[in-house]
């Protein structure tokens, strides 16, 4: 869909000013961009550098706490009363001053969030190992407030699964807890900038407005303008989410710094957001137009 964003601004204009190709500035296609603009690689690995000073040291403080919980055989710290969400936290950091690119799922290193949204009973079992309590009015809204994956689970198992279930005789099943798999394209924001892939939401919402009037498809417009209304409140969360930490993602990245900590960003409201088995930062590249 082209996005009738005006490209000419500066805010445009400056991060994509080296950079070849139309097609991907009038609509996402991430793509077109690589195609126009990428650089075969064919040397060897003698770019490749040591770990800088700060990063070796910002190592140690994490390999510390690592240290801590293979000795306790438990986290250093989780959340009790916090439902995990793309804005619940603070920024966090390890070691500020050391940090060249930032961002923590929670406000401090090690700290496990809570993604009760799959079901409380496993956050709950977690709680009494390790000799903690939950908060009453967490538990309360995950249990009787607020419906879980685990309990919509439940809701529609016949009589024969659960008795499989509770033998033994099926294994594997999905109540337990709501993880899946997500592989985005985190690449978008650090093109893009959050501004632009708004709007993109934007247009695609109101391109359904003929279907909504007049019935068409109803059930899959309906389902689906909802959708985007959720891509767009979480883009805009996504937003927060990096203000806190002092960044403006409303515009695409200026160079590689930024390019990489926007691409992060992305991941990072990704992994807030969903306790996933396998959360992939997929492979990226950095293009030679972003090292100007």
């Known amino acids: 869909m082209k996005v009738n964003i005006d490209t000419s601004d500066m805010l445009y204009a400056e991060a994509w000013r080296d950079f070849k190709g139309t097609d991907w500035k009038e609509e996402i296609n991430v793509r077109d961009f690589i195609q126009h603009n990428y650089t075969p690689y064919e040397g060897d690995e003698s770019f490749l550098a040591d ?144 501004r632009y892939l708004v709007r993109e939401r934007e247009l695609q919402f109101a391109d359904l407005q003929s279907n909504l009037e007049w019935g068409q498809n109803l059930e899959a417009t309906l389902r689906l303008r909802e959708e985007l209304a959720e891509h767009r409140r979480a883009l805009l969360q996504m937003q927060e989410m990096a203000a806190k930490y002092g960044y403006d993602i409303s515009r695409p990245a200026r160079n590689a710094q930024e390019a990489v900590q926007w691409l992060y960003f992305a991941y990072l409201a990704a992994v807030k957001s969903q306790n996933g088995g396998a959360m992939s930062l997929g492979a990226n590249r950095v293009v030679p137009g972003y090292l100007h």
């Open 51 to 194: 770990a800088t000073p700060a990063t070796t040291a910002l190592w140690e403080k994490v390999m510390a706490g690592i240290r801590i919980e293979n000795a306790t055989h438990a986290p250093v710290d989780f959340d009790t009363n916090i439902a995990t969400t793309i804005t619940a936290h603070d920024a966090g950091y390890i070691e500020k001053d050391l940090e060249k690119i930032v961002g923590l799922q929670t406000d401090k290193p090690l700290k496990r969030a809570l993604h009760p949204f799959g079901g409380v009973n496993m956050i709950k079992s977690s709680f009494h190992a390790y000799g903690r309590e939950m908060d009453a009015d967490f538990e309360y809204t995950f249990t009787d407030l607020r419906k879980t994956h685990n309990q919509g689970v439940f809701d529609v198992y016949s009589p024969d699964m659960l008795r499989c279930r509770k033998s033994g005789v099926l294994t594997g099943l999905p109540d337990g807890y709501g993880r899946g798999r997500i592989i985005g394209d985190y690449r978008r924001v650090a093109l893009y900038g959050i």
